[in-house]
């Protein structure tokens, strides 16, 4: 791994779409981080200046990616973190709450892409 090169941390439920989301990610050379659940993605925002956040809505345990996007823009060190919301829920309600906590896409699974979220990660990294 490149020492300059830039942290995504994807946290993802879905153990098929993480592996070949962490497979593309690291062969273009990205540092890549994972997590399934709020407190594991909290654990590593502790340790780690992430540049961008691949999101899923639903993870494991009682909080949702929508949990994680409100601590991160309360916080000091991560606020700024560029998301992407990658889900299978549709709800406009949820994506309206999504955007105006300030994440940079959201995505239906089913309607985009692995090819495209990560170009759309690249263009801001």
């Not at 991560?78 to 309206?96: G, L, Q, W």
């Amino acid at each position: 791994m490149k020492e300059n090169s830039k942290k995504i941390l994807i946290v993802e439920d879905d153990e098929a779409l993480l592996k070949a989301v962490v497979q593309k990610l690291k062969i273009k050379g990205y540092d890549i981080f994972m997590a399934r659940s709020v407190s594991e993605a909290d654990n590593i925002f502790k340790s780690e200046k992430i540049d961008a956040l691949w999101l899923d809505h639903y993870l494991v345990g009682k909080e949702s990616g929508l949990d994680l996007v409100v601590k991160i823009r309360e916080g000091k060190n991560n606020s700024n973190i560029p998301i992407f919301v990658v889900t299978n829920s549709s709800s406009n309600e949820k994506m309206r709450s999504y955007l105006k906590l300030g994440v940079k896409k959201y995505y239906i699974k089913v309607s985009v892409s692995l090819a495209q979220v990560i170009a759309d990660i690249e263009d801001v990294i």
